[in-house]
């Protein structure tokens, strides 16, 4: 099935206006995985740095949005619906957020570690270091719709 497939197939199920925007993507570093975390229920928020949206001028994720998610060979797993959008400096990320992200053992700390390491590595590409000041978007979500 194709992005545009799974998307016709649930607006039509969904009885949606056919100019409702939505976006398609996979998660960075194990897609499959993620995916899967999503699918089973278990992860149900993601984060990103906010650097990112104003370097680029992307818009930030909103509530009510819609996204196809994309495992590593681009195609679609599922549909999740955006239920809230927060802007906060890494190091005031909550616990239950990093639980919400639903990856490892959910803890706080795990939650930590793997994400300094993330965005350390993806802002080490242009030449930038991490601060745990930062901002980042959280985004929790819910899943919509299954391939």
């Keep these: 099935m194709t992005v545009q497939e799974i998307w016709k197939k649930f607006r039509e199920e969904k009885n949606l206006q056919e100019d409702i925007a939505y976006e398609a993507w996979q998660f960075e570093g194990a897609p499959d995985e993620l995916a899967k975390l999503v699918l089973d229920g278990v992860k149900t928020a993601t984060c990103s740095l906010y650097y990112w949206y104003k370097v680029e001028g992307e818009p930030l994720p909103a509530v009510?949005?819609?996204?196809?998610?994309?495992?590593s060979k681009d195609e679609p797993v599922c549909i999740i619906q955006t239920r809230n959008v927060n802007i906060v400096p890494f190091n005031l990320a909550t616990e239950e957020h990093a639980y919400k992200e639903g990856e490892g053992d959910r803890s706080y700390e795990y939650w930590k570690k793997v994400h300094v390491d993330f965005f350390s590595n993806e802002l080490a590409e242009v030449n930038m270091k991490f601060t745990e000041d930062m901002e980042i978007v959280c985004e929790e979500f819910k899943v919509v719709y299954r391939a």
């Excluded at 009510?64 to 495992?71: A, D, P, Q």
């Design 64 to 71: 009510g949005e819609y996204s196809v998610i994309l495992n």
